[in-house]
């Protein structure tokens, strides 16, 4: 897991490692970004370089990033940070904190910008800790989400509510977030087209002798172990039928990692118990996805974000209609795409092909407008740094609004109805090296025993309360 706070530099060390530039003014803006998974890492780091430079990939002349993750079940390993690729922040300078111990630093290291790339509860939670700090200069807030929208989609904006930017990844999210603001009353104003921060890479390219397919798979999508098990075989039997094909299963984590959602039945495990073992042209694979569309001539999902990265690079791209269209599934998003099929059609050698007023709306951008995607953003993001005073955080949910449903999202994070830490929820930072190795290996166990749970004991007793 990444470094502990005991050996890990402080932020201000963070910033001073970052590279200066002959752009770099006297005064860089100081950026923190706080994530709770790997996917969410990627989206957010990436969205403090667009914000700030406009470049993801590359450190920002204008700004010092640091990066820390909100500790929890999905705090990604080394392994994750190392593949989700090249965001512009040393891996090896991350480092894990607690809710309070967050708040804690952006109230000594003045922070111009903060990025919330975290669930939606952590972000209301976050909101309310920093509005409880009172600071004479409070930073600009930003969030939004790492992907597509298809569910809770009123929970998780009202979450959100309260950030002086809401990112939507396209005009169509837009749309939808600020009707659902105004519908309760809320102010909208926050809300901001954007897209995707990490979309990008060649145009799909065909090679004569180069033919391979990718299934996208996802971590919770579909659920059940049959659903997952008929996705693997039909993939292994398309491998079969063309035998010359290379077919790869796009995995997103190593079995006992965690990602933005719970993974209880690993491919990995469902492949090793497939009935006649696994053809020679198929392969499980790992890595950035951007360096596996590199070489995807199909990228087949039931509804993974890696579509939209797909479509940007105009490679060929089907969503399984298999198992139905449904919400739960996430494949409604994909209604009116022109991209909805079926095996049955793909083993027959069918390719979709996307409605071009459809993708119009999604922010996939393949049309050569993504450089100017995060002009208003960053428009807007410049001006509220331009501000002598920005105005207190307000969001939507207050205990006066939610008296019901609040207190318990900040009790997880161990905060207080007011926002402020619960009694012991800040740990001292003079607990010396082997407290720290104590607290260390405590969470490490206990997050061993979450996974093992979710993994292991979770499925044996839905089976046998299915009996």
Same mark, same amino acid.
């Given at each position: 897991?990444?470094?502990?706070?005991?050996?890990?530099?402080?932020?201000?060390?963070?910033?001073?490692?970052?590279?200066?530039?002959?752009?770099?003014?006297?005064?860089?803006?100081?950026?923190?970004?706080?994530?709770?998974?790997?996917?969410?890492?990627?989206?957010?780091?990436?969205?403090?370089?667009?914000?700030?430079?406009?470049?993801?990939?590359?450190?920002?002349?204008?700004?010092?990033?640091?990066?820390?993750?909100?500790?929890?079940?999905?705090?990604?390993?080394?392994?994750?940070?190392?593949?989700?690729?090249?965001?512009?922040?040393?891996?090896?300078?991350?480092?894990?904190?607690?809710?309070?111990?967050?708040?804690?630093?952006?109230?000594?290291?003045?922070?111009?910008?903060?990025?919330?790339?975290? /669930?939606?509860? +952590?972000?209301?939670?976050? =909101?309310? %800790?920093?509005?409880?700090?009172?600071?004479?200069? #409070?930073?600009? !807030? *930003?969030?939004?989400?790492?992907?597509?929208?298809?569910?809770?989609?009123?929970?998780?904006?009202?979450?959100?509510?309260?950030?002086?930017?809401?990112?939507?990844?396209?005009?169509?999210?837009?749309?939808?977030?600020?009707?659902?603001?105004?519908?309760?009353?809320?102010?909208?104003?926050? /809300?901001?087209? +954007?897209?995707?921060?990490? =979309?990008? %890479?060649?145009?799909?390219?065909?090679?004569?002798? #180069?033919?391979? !397919? *990718?299934?996208?798979?996802?971590?919770?999508?579909?659920?059940?172990?049959?659903?997952?098990?008929?996705?693997?075989?039909?993939?292994?039997?398309?491998?079969?039928?063309?035998?010359?094909?290379?077919?790869?299963?796009?995995?997103?984590?190593?079995?006992?990692?965690?990602?933005?959602?719970?993974?209880?039945?690993?491919?990995?495990?469902?492949?090793?118990?497939?009935?006649?073992?696994?053809?020679?042209?198929?392969?499980? !694979?790992?890595?950035?996805?951007?360096?596996?569309?590199?070489?995807?001539?199909?990228?087949?999902?039931?509804?993974?974000?890696?579509?939209?990265?797909?479509?940007?690079?105009?490679?060929?791209?089907?969503?399984?209609?298999?198992?139905?269209?449904?919400?739960?599934?996430?494949?409604?998003?994909?209604?009116?795409?022109?991209?909805?099929?079926?095996?049955?059609?793909?083993?027959?050698?069918?390719?979709?092909?996307?409605?071009?007023?459809?993708?119009?709306?999604?922010?996939?951008?393949?049309?050569?407008?993504?450089?100017?995607?995060?002009?208003?953003?960053?428009?807007?993001?410049?001006?509220?740094?331009?501000?002598?005073?920005?105005?207190?955080?307000?969001?939507?949910?207050?205990?006066?609004?939610?008296?019901?449903?609040?207190?318990?999202?900040?009790?997880?994070?161990?905060?207080?109805?007011?926002?402020?830490?619960?009694?012991?929820?800040?740990?001292?930072?003079?607990?010396?090296?082997?407290?720290?190795?104590?607290?260390?290996?405590?969470?490490?166990?206990?997050?061993?025993?979450?996974?093992?749970?979710?993994?292991?004991?979770?499925?044996?007793?839905?089976?046998?309360?299915?009996?």
């Amino acid at each position: 897991m990444p470094p502990s706070n005991s050996n890990s530099p402080s932020p201000a060390e963070l910033e001073s490692a970052a590279p200066e530039s002959a752009d770099t003014p006297s005064r860089a803006l100081r950026v923190a970004v706080l994530a709770d998974s790997d996917t969410r890492w990627k989206w957010g780091a990436l969205t403090a370089h667009r914000l700030t430079s406009g470049d993801g990939r590359a450190h920002a002349p204008r700004a010092r990033i640091s990066g820390l993750l909100l500790r929890g079940r999905a705090t990604p390993t080394p392994r994750q940070l190392a593949e989700v690729g090249d965001v512009g922040i040393d891996t090896g300078r991350v480092r894990e904190v607690t809710a309070v111990e967050f708040l804690h630093t952006v109230r000594d290291e003045g922070y111009d910008l903060v990025v919330l790339a975290l /669930v939606g509860g +952590a972000v209301q939670a976050m =909101l309310h %800790g920093l509005a409880a700090l009172r600071l004479p200069a #409070r930073p600009v !807030v *930003v969030t939004g989400y790492v992907g597509v929208v298809y569910e809770k989609l009123a929970d998780g904006l009202l979450l959100r509510h309260g950030a002086d930017v809401v990112l939507a990844n396209s005009r169509h999210d837009a749309e939808r977030f600020r009707a659902v603001y105004e519908g309760v009353g809320a102010d909208a104003s926050a /809300v901001t087209e +954007a897209a995707l921060p990490f =979309l990008g %890479g060649a145009p799909h390219t065909p090679e004569q002798d #180069r033919d391979t !397919v *990718v299934f996208a798979a996802q971590p919770s999508v579909p659920a059940s172990r049959a659903d997952r098990t008929y996705l693997l075989r039909r993939l292994v039997e398309h491998a079969r039928l063309h035998p010359r094909r290379e077919v790869l299963l796009k995995l997103r984590s190593k079995p006992g990692e965690h990602t933005t959602h719970i993974e209880e039945l690993p491919y990995q495990r469902l492949a090793e118990r497939l009935p006649g073992g696994l053809p020679p042209n198929f392969r499980l !694979v790992y890595g950035h996805m951007g360096e596996v569309l590199d070489r995807t001539d199909l990228l087949v999902t039931v509804s993974s974000t890696a579509a939209l990265e797909s479509l940007h690079r105009r490679i060929p791209t089907a969503v399984l209609t298999d198992l139905g269209v449904r919400e739960t599934l996430g494949n409604h998003h994909f209604i009116g795409s022109g991209l909805l099929t079926s095996w049955d059609h793909l083993d027959g050698g069918a390719h979709p092909e996307p409605d071009a007023d459809w993708l119009a709306g999604q922010g996939v951008a393949a049309d050569g407008t993504y450089d100017t995607a995060y002009d208003s953003a960053r428009a807007k993001v410049t001006a509220l740094l331009a501000q002598d005073r920005l105005p207190d955080l307000a969001p939507y949910y207050t205990p006066a609004t939610a008296p019901g449903y609040l207190p318990g999202i900040l009790a997880r994070h161990h905060l207080a109805a007011d926002g402020h830490p619960l009694p012991g929820a800040a740990a001292p930072k003079e607990t010396g090296r082997v407290r720290g190795a104590v607290r260390e290996a405590v969470r490490d166990a206990a997050r061993g025993a979450y996974r093992h749970g979710v993994q292991r004991v979770a499925p044996v007793i839905r089976r046998m309360g299915e009996l």
